[in-house]
């Protein structure tokens, strides 16, 4: 599926058709008389490329320079942006060139715009292992980008943390496999883009960590790259036709990413021909004239490069003396046109509306039912029966008022305004106007109370709210109920990463006090990536509900009572101590300028779930791990290669739900390499998501196809810059998890 891209611009034809009215009448009234020609003017193009160039031939080298630079108010421009843009590029009323306005994301609108739908974290989005929640997810974005009259949307985050699980926007991406955040963030940005909004992939490349965020090398070579983070770029834009591609502040192997040609020309726009344009992030430019030359095609706000007030040579000095081709800003006007031909914007401007808040919540509801995952549940502890329960216990994290939402630029104010807005210190690495030092920052709390939400569910039952300071509190209220409920939450931020992998605050203590108190003891999770659980063994239940949106509390309500049977898996790792991750202590820089080196050979191509399979240390949960209230079971395996086996192959199950309740189950494919090829012993190349009914039995097949843009059977070949496929015995393994599967057959390609 694309885009709708082919919509004739009404400023084209209009000439077009003045011209062949006029030449219909005579042309001027001359006097002179004219033979009506029978053939009419071709109908003007619909093509986007065709489209921009021949606006590009009207237009002045000035109109020209005005498209490659985004503003903020700051001067030139000191007036805000319409509509709250995030950043703006004012439109050229005399061609019908609209304003380019862009509101950030991944999580719903970014918070310069007011008050808009507070979905679940990106994170939770990909943890339902759904691609048509995750178009739904992208479509409540688009559609409200154009309500508050905008046209670009700045999400879907793709960098790949589970290189640094304690990265502060962890909540912000779709996990750690290339595969699954590929193809999950694929979806999203079709989802904004088929609402004529240009949808845009970031941070491009590397920028796994936000200590040090704008000076971290990233030390790599070309397979690992290619194999990991790369790839799920790669894998997103091949299914989205996503016209933005935002470079990231850090570099990669000694060159910023924002003038890094191996990375803009070579591969983002050379090897995968991405036909869209290359924004800077806020303040990633760093150069005018060699970034330009190494593809950047606009700079965002915080940049006053091209125009020459931070760069000792602007792009107009550039082009007088030679120094940059007139072709190459053509080019950059090129790219930035086509793509707002391709995704409709000329043809549907963004009109401004009131947003759908209740048909856009439930949809936040029905995300964040998908995407929970239940991590425990001894003796059945959960379910917790609406009927029969006495009386509860909520403990902690402001359940009484709301659920926790992440910050930084991914910051939505939800519908109705924050329930909770706690002051907080600036995350260190978070930009401010001109590098103004950030001075607030919040932590906001969205407007769906847990507490309100069981209440509702059990009315006959006593439900009391304890704010879980004091843990001896807390432990005594849990001691008088009948089960407790506890929430721990850890706020995540861009511009800072975790310390490390334990909830603050006391929070672990909190636990183990309750758990000491009752025996049914549940903890609900707000976070936004993966958690060591020292009390885990003393708990029944763990409810991991990420960052759970504007409707957060109703769906955790609805996931305790068994409304809705959990079926998230996780899209990250959960390591069982910090000291098995690649790099245990944060790679740090010494100084606040210059680079320093983040070695990423260190896990190269093994990242997240990889990592710990090829070390052979066994993490607290694994990639692809959730339970369900059912049971299911995998049998009648059958693998079928392609007659031609490296074309791909097909795993056939038959899927049944043993247990008692409706639910459904993620089945999952990976692939084992032949041996010596230094790739990681498994490797997610496919899954299913299957809704089945008490007692049924299903047949499940996934097929995977080695012409796809995941490249699922073949790796990179430093040699010939190629991906290639070897010769060698491949193992197939399917199951329900990346620990918890079975072979389903091997196929050789070659002798
Ligand atoms: C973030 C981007 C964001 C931009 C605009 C940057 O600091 O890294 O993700 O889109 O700000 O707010």
Redesign the pocket.
């Known amino acids: 599926m694309k885009a709708r891209s082919e919509f004739p611009n009404t400023a084209l034809l209009l000439p077009f058709a003045l011209c062949f009215a006029t030449f219909l009448a005579g042309c001027g009234g001359s006097g002179v008389s004219l033979t009506i020609s029978s053939t009419p003017p071709p109908p003007p193009p619909t093509d986007p490329d065709q489209r921009a160039d021949l606006l590009i031939a009207q237009m002045t080298e000035t109109e020209k320079l005005q498209l490659v630079h985004g503003n903020l108010p700051l001067p030139p421009y000191p007036t805000p942006p319409p509509h709250g843009a ?1 950043y703006w590029v004012p439109g050229i009323t005399r061609l019908s060139i609209p304003d380019q306005l862009a509101a ?1 994301g991944p999580a719903g609108l ?1 918070d310069n715009v007011g008050q808009a739908t507070a979905l679940p974290s990106p994170l939770a989005n990909a943890a339902s292992w759904d691609l048509s929640e995750a178009s739904k997810y992208g479509t409540v974005i688009g559609k409200e980008t154009s309500a508050f009259g905008m046209n670009i949307s ?1 999400g879907g985050n793709l960098n790949l943390i589970g290189r640094e699980p304690r990265d502060g926007r962890t909540f912000e991406t779709g996990g750690e496999d290339p595969f699954l955040s590929g193809e999950i963030n694929a979806q999203h940005l079709l989802g904004i883009q088929n609402q004529y909004v240009i949808a845009g992939v ?2 491009f490349a590397l920028n796994d960590q936000e200590t040090g965020r704008t000076q971290v090398n990233a030390v790599i070579d070309e397979r690992s790259a290619q194999e990991s983070d790369l790839l799920a770029f790669q894998i997103a834009l091949a299914g989205s036709n996503a016209q933005m591609t ?1 470079c990231a502040y850090s570099l990669m192997n000694g060159v910023y990413d924002c003038q890094n040609n191996h990375l803009l020309n070579d591969i983002l726009k050379g090897e995968w021909n991405f036909p869209g344009f290359v924004l800077s ?2 303040y990633a430019t760093q150069s005018s004239v060699p970034s330009a030359l190494a593809g950047l095609d606009q700079e965002q706000s915080y940049g006053y490069y091209f125009t020459g007030i931070w760069s000792a040579e602007s792009l107009q000095a550039a082009l007088a003396n030679g120094d940059m081709p007139a072709s190459r800003l053509d080019n950059m006007v090129h790219r930035i046109l086509r793509a707002m031909y391709a995704a409709g914007v000329f043809d549907h401007p963004a009109t401004v509306a009131p947003i759908d808040a209740a048909g856009d919540g439930a949809i936040a509801q029905e995300i964040e039912e998908q995407g929970a995952v239940l991590l425990k549940n001894a003796n059945n502890q959960l379910p917790l029966n609406q009927q029969a329960i006495q009386s509860v216990a909520i403990i902690g994290s402001h359940a009484d008022v709301g659920v926790l939402s992440g910050g930084g ?1 991914a910051q939505v104010t939800p519908v109705g305004g924050a329930a909770l807005a706690l002051p907080s210190a600036c995350p260190p690495n978070l ?1 401010a106007p001109g590098g103004a030092a950030c001075t607030n920052a919040s932590v906001i709390y969205d407007p769906s109370s847990p507490l309100a939400a069981i209440k509702a569910i059990a009315p006959a039952a006593t439900v009391t709210y304890n704010d879980g300071t004091s843990s001896a509190a807390a432990a005594s209220l849990a001691a008088s109920s009948a089960v407790a409920i506890v929430f721990v939450s850890d706020w995540e931020s ?1 511009g800072m990463d975790r310390v490390d992998l334990s909830f603050p605050d006391g929070q672990d203590a909190l636990v183990a006090a309750v758990a000491a108190a009752n025996p049914h003891t549940v903890v609900v999770l707000e976070n936004g990536g993966a958690h060591v659980m020292p009390w885990l063994e003393s708990v029944n239940a763990v409810l991991e509900a990420w960052y759970p949106g504007q409707l957060g509390g109703t769906a955790i309500g609805d996931l305790l009572f068994g409304k809705v049977n959990p079926s998230g898996k996780l899209p990250i790792t959960f390591p069982a101590q910090v000291a098995d991750l690649p790099r245990p202590v944060i790679p740090t820089p010494s100084t606040t300028s210059g680079s320093f080196n983040v070695d990423y050979m260190v896990d190269g191509l093994n990242v997240g779930y990889k990592w710990y399979q090829s070390q052979n240390i066994k993490p607290l949960f694994a990639f692809g791990y959730g339970l369900s209230y059912t049971t299911f079971s995998i049998s009648g395996v059958q693998l079928t290669p392609d007659p031609s086996p490296a074309n791909g192959f097909q795993v056939s199950i038959n899927l049944k739900n043993t247990g008692n309740v409706s639910g459904a189950e993620v089945v999952q494919v990976y692939l084992g390499f032949p041996s010596g090829m230094g790739e990681p012993p498994l490797r997610l190349v496919g899954w299913n998501k299957a809704l089945l009914q008490a007692g049924v039995q299903q047949p499940v097949t996934i097929t995977v196809n080695a012409a796809d843009a995941s490249h699922p059977l073949s790796y990179w070949d430093n040699a010939t810059s190629a991906w290639k496929i070897a010769p060698g015995v491949y193992t197939v393994y399917v199951g329900n998890s990346s620990d918890n599967v079975q072979p389903a057959g091997t196929f050789q390609i070659g002798s």
């Open positions: 995030v950030d970014g700045l970031k941070h935002m992030d806020d630029s930009p861009e």
